[in-house]
């Protein structure tokens, strides 16, 4: 796929440039998101090059992650962020992001997320959109909750993060959770009911 340029009303969720090496590498250097992601650590400048040279663009053309710079419209022309769905199977596709820590807190993210999934189920015919955190991971799980997603449960040793396996909450938005039909009729599972007394 050629990479698209998505926006709302605050943001440009666009492909990631060279111009953007320095942005990338400077909020890499913040130990939560050294902690959280799957960036290495320590995180250097060619690794920000690498990214935005190879990876993201990669990516692209291999159909298994559609990387995105998240930047302000009224901002300085840099990105804040970045979010990406990876992971593809099955219609489903995984959203994974991280933003720099001056930004955090103004809700870019949670707008990020919301319009990356009304594309991945508008354009890319997803049935869900699902959303990993390591356990503890709280700011990444606020997120995803603000967005809409359910928090469906945890996962042992389903996150492998720098050589080592963790559990990782596992959430997801469906279509109808942005108000928007699911490519297939979906029937929720029936729920046991305590019994009355």
């Known amino acids: 796929m050629e990479p698209v ?25 913040d130990p939560d998101i050294q902690r959280w992601t799957t960036v290495p650590s320590p995180y250097t400048r060619q690794h920000a090059e690498q990214f935005i040279g190879r990876l993201a663009p990669d990516g692209w053309r291999d159909d298994t992650e559609y990387t995105f ?3 302000p419209r009224d901002g300085p022309g840099r990105p804040v962020a970045a979010i990406s769905l990876h992971h593809p199977r099955s219609g489903t596709w995984e959203a994974g992001y991280w933003t720099a820590k001056e930004h955090r807190g103004l809700g870019y993210m949670t707008e990020a997320v919301r319009t990356l999934a009304r594309w991945a189920f508008t354009d890319l015919a997803a049935i869900r959109v699902e959303w990993r955190a390591e356990v503890g991971n709280e700011g990444s799980r606020a997120v995803a909750e603000k967005a809409g997603a359910v928090v ?46």
Do not use: M, S
């Open 69 to 71: 710079a998240v930047e």
């Open 5 to 29: 340029t998505l926006t709302t009303e605050r943001l440009l969720l666009r492909p990631f440039t060279a111009a953007d090496t320095a942005a990338v590498h400077q909020a890499c250097q």
């Open 152 to 197: 469906e449960g945890v996962l042992r040793a389903g996150l492998l993060n720098k050589g080592v396996l963790r559990d990782c909450w596992i959430g997801a938005l469906l279509p109808t959770d942005l108000g928007l039909p699911g490519t297939h009729p979906y029937l929720p599972g029936r729920t046991r009911e305590r019994p009355t007394r």
